[in-house]
């Protein structure tokens, strides 16, 4: 049910607006429908804007991000990004670090190479359980957003909706006999 887009890029979003850990506080549509485009509000005030990449003025990378800020622009698309102005970022990574996320089939090999290194040492890796959880439930948050077509407050530390219950029936459903889950 999750919109694939938000599960290729709400990590590295969240990762550059240091909300790793959290949600959002505020979720709306801009118009009505599935495919409708939506809003969202960190605690901090940042809005971030869901678009589809073929819409002006907000043309960009389809499996990508655009960043957009008071003093650059940053584009991500899979194995490369750019920002504008080129020289903003100052200590961009040396090539043959970068090398190794370029060329076709070549695109989970920094996840997987990480994923080996978590194992042997176990350091935190890139992309931890948490911040798995968190963009599995931006996903599911966006979703409900759509199905109600209206504005919602979220709690991200109690995981609700604050006194909504049409829209905190939408975060579980009823489970078979014999599949329910411990309380």
Avoid at 3 to 24: C, E, F, N
Avoid at 135 to 145: F, G, K, P, R
Wanted: hydrophobic share 35%.
């Amino acid at each position: 049910m999750c919109w694939g887009s938000v599960a290729r890029w709400g990590p590295t979003i969240k990762l550059l607006l240091g909300m790793d850990q959290t949600g959002p506080v505020e979720l709306w549509p801009v118009e009505q429908g599935p495919n409708a485009r939506l809003r969202f509000r960190y605690k901090n005030g940042v809005e971030v804007r869901l678009t589809f990449p073929d819409e002006e003025p907000h043309r960009g990378p389809k499996l990508g991000a655009v960043f957009t800020g008071e003093k650059c622009k940053i584009e991500i698309n899979r194995n490369k990004f750019t920002t504008n102005p080129r020289d903003w970022i100052k200590d961009a990574p040396p090539p043959e670090l970068a090398a190794k996320w370029e060329g076709d089939g070549w695109v989970a090999k920094g996840h997987v190479e990480n994923w080996f290194d978590y194992i042997r040492s176990r350091e935190r890796p890139n992309a931890d359980v948490e911040i798995g959880h968190r963009t599995a439930s931006l996903c599911q948050l966006l979703v409900i957003t759509r199905q109600l077509g209206r504005r919602l407050k979220w709690d991200p530390d109690r995981e609700v909706f604050p006194e909504d219950s049409e829209a905190n029936a939408l975060l579980d459903r009823p489970r078979r006999t014999g599949w329910e889950l411990p309380l």
